[in-house]
């Protein structure tokens, strides 16, 4: 079992007050806190062996590339890829889903074309494809969520034909928290000849992630939501596909040879990564994998199911709260979006920050979801391995406080 007085030892930037009170940090959906190791690793490679990588003929340019190298084999290994050549290192999650619209989607979608969406998809996971239809005709559709804000996958099945050339979902609502069969997904959309992309932004980091059994085609997901630096993210794609698309970005890195008149592209990754990549970040996300691969994903998501399931009960105990998103917490992760009968959410969350205690509050990305939940913004308290009842009960007390701050 995970246990989070341990881990919280790991993480400096939780010992310290805000306002006076000890930080409550509920905000690991928009970004996790960074454990010691990850911190020591980008310092360490900055002081001893800082060099441009894939080009050194010298021993500092030879340590940093085998260190940039690693991380990627970890990072395969995290999520069971069956090479580390289906590893693109991105900027973000944000950047993989792009690379995707852009070299695959350009080559592949057409005005016969449709590409479903959920209705619950982040930003990040949708206006890349609204453009892609825009300016290829293709059709975008919304997969509906039913009553218990999960996909309704009656509809979903109704809506597959053999036009649908894309299905982008996401693994884990930033939102609702909702977890998306994704197996259930795939087999559906491969049956008729359709390519899935998981956005596993929130994913990946809370839930064990194997892309070989649930043979998604595409997968991004952002390191810095998974205890590794902000500027690491990753694209994982079938070897067949990357090996087919042509470059997203060009210059150097991802050509093998140019000459005046055109290049020949590199070998899968490189091809992919074209410029000086983050190598500092790409090994702070390595370190990152390992931290969390030590506690076990297994743990992580059991860790997080108790919490949920604790922070649920006593939510659900504030007077005029509603919350959003699956009940039962096998169906949904830890990302609770809420709203106090007749406050504003953005007053909610700056109220909670007096009491040192730091959620999000607005449209989390996701404004086409809030207009179906007719909401323009929501509060969200969301947890991650560092996180532990003790907090719940501060947010908890801290709501009744404000509660009571507004009746009078
Ligand atoms: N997809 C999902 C499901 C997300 O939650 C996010 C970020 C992204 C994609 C984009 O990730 P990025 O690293 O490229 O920015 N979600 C949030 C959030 O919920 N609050 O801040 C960022």
């Not at 260190?67 to 290994?77: M, N």
């Not at 993989?96 to 619950?120: P, Q, S």
């Not at 884990?172 to 994704?182: A, D, E, F, K, Q």
């Not at 008149?261 to 996300?285: Q, V």
Request: charged content about 20%; proline content about 4%; aromatic content about 8%.
């Amino acid at each position: 079992m995970l246990d989070s007085d341990v881990v919280r030892q790991d993480f400096p930037i939780l010992h310290q007050s805000i306002n006076g009170k000890p930080l409550v940090y509920l905000d690991s959906a928009a970004s996790s806190q960074k454990p010691l190791v990850v911190i020591q690793a980008m310092d360490e490679y900055y002081r001893a062996y800082h060099a441009n990588v894939h080009r050194g003929i010298y021993q500092l340019s030879e340590k940093a590339t085998e260190a940039y190298e690693a991380a990627r084999r970890k990072v395969a290994r995290f999520i069971n890829a069956r090479s580390w050549r289906e590893i693109i290192f991105t900027r973000n999650a944000t950047e993989a889903i792009n690379l995707v619209a852009y070299a695959w989607g350009r080559h592949n979608i057409t005005a016969r074309d449709k590409i479903l969406v959920t209705e619950m998809e982040h930003h990040a996971n949708l206006v890349p494809w609204q453009q892609l239809a825009a300016e290829t005709g293709a059709q975008l559709a919304y997969i509906p969520l039913d009553e218990n804000f999960c996909c309704d996958m009656a509809a979903y099945e109704a809506m597959l034909d053999a036009h649908v050339k894309l299905v982008a979902i996401t693994q884990m609502s930033n939102v609702l928290g909702t977890i998306v069969p994704v197996r259930e997904f795939v087999a559906r959309a491969h049956a008729v000849g359709a390519l899935v992309l998981l956005d596993g932004a929130q994913g990946v980091p809370h839930l064990p992630t194997d892309v070989q059994s649930l043979d998604v085609d595409f997968l991004a997901a952002s390191g810095h939501k998974m205890l590794g630096p902000t500027g690491s993210g990753f694209l994982y794609g079938k070897r067949h596909l990357l090996e087919e698309m042509p470059p997203f970005l060009t210059g150097g890195e991802m050509i093998r040879r140019v000459t005046w008149t055109g290049a020949e592209w590199n070998d899968l990754p490189h091809k992919f990564e074209a410029g000086t990549p983050a190598i500092a970040e790409a090994i702070g996300l390595g370190v990152a994998v390992d931290y969390l691969s030590r506690l076990g994903m297994e743990n992580v998501r059991q860790h997080e199911v108790n919490l949920t399931r604790y922070a649920l009960e006593q939510l659900s105990q504030v007077e005029g709260i509603r919350i959003y998103g699956p009940q039962q917490v096998e169906r949904r992760g830890g990302a609770i979006a809420f709203n106090l009968d007749g406050l504003h959410a953005h007053d909610v969350a700056a109220i909670l920050d007096r009491e040192g205690i730091a959620i999000r509050a607005g449209h989390h990305c996701a404004m086409p979801l809030h207009q179906k939940l007719g909401v323009v913004a929501t509060a969200r308290a969301s947890f991650y391995v560092y996180n532990e009842p003790a907090e719940i009960d501060r947010l908890v007390e801290a709501l009744d406080m404000v509660r009571r701050l507004f009746e009078r």
